[in-house]
């Protein structure tokens, strides 16, 4: 399967390469945003998005926000199911969505 690419972006904003747009493969930055954005903030998919914020400092919502990732990458095209939710001592959460491209 062919790898979807878009433009470039370095934390958050365009990427310049050579005086013009970067591309790249954009499926890293497409689970990202999808995991980052709240439904509704992409008008063409008003249900899209995980609203990964709204979790911050909410214990024992793991579950539920494994539940909502699996969804909404399988709805975007991707498998996630060995998503990986971990918080330490400290609070910090990581994830894994482990996602691929169906």
């Given at each position: 399967?062919?790898?979807?690419?878009?433009?470039?972006?370095?934390?958050?904003?365009?990427?310049?390469?050579?005086?013009?747009f970067?591309?790249?493969?954009?499926?890293?930055?497409?689970?990202?945003d999808?995991?980052?954005?709240?439904?509704?903030?992409?008008?063409?998919?008003?249900?899209?998005?995980?609203?990964?914020?709204?979790?911050?400092?909410?214990?024992?919502?793991?579950?539920?926000?494994?539940?909502?990732?699996?969804i909404?990458?399988?709805?975007?095209?991707?498998?996630?199911?060995?998503?990986?939710?971990?918080?330490?001592?400290?609070?910090?959460?990581?994830?894994n969505?482990?996602?691929?491209?169906?």
């Amino acid at each position: 399967m062919a790898n979807n690419t878009d433009i470039a972006l370095f934390n958050n904003d365009l990427f310049f390469e050579n005086g013009d747009f970067a591309i790249t493969e954009s499926d890293v930055q497409h689970v990202s945003d999808t995991i980052s954005a709240f439904p509704g903030w992409w008008k063409e998919n008003p249900t899209d998005g995980v609203g990964l914020f709204q979790y911050l400092h909410s214990a024992g919502k793991e579950q539920q926000l494994e539940r909502s990732m699996k969804i909404n990458l399988l709805s975007d095209g991707y498998r996630a199911d060995a998503v990986s939710i971990n918080i330490d001592a400290a609070g910090n959460l990581t994830i894994n969505p482990n996602a691929e491209k169906l």
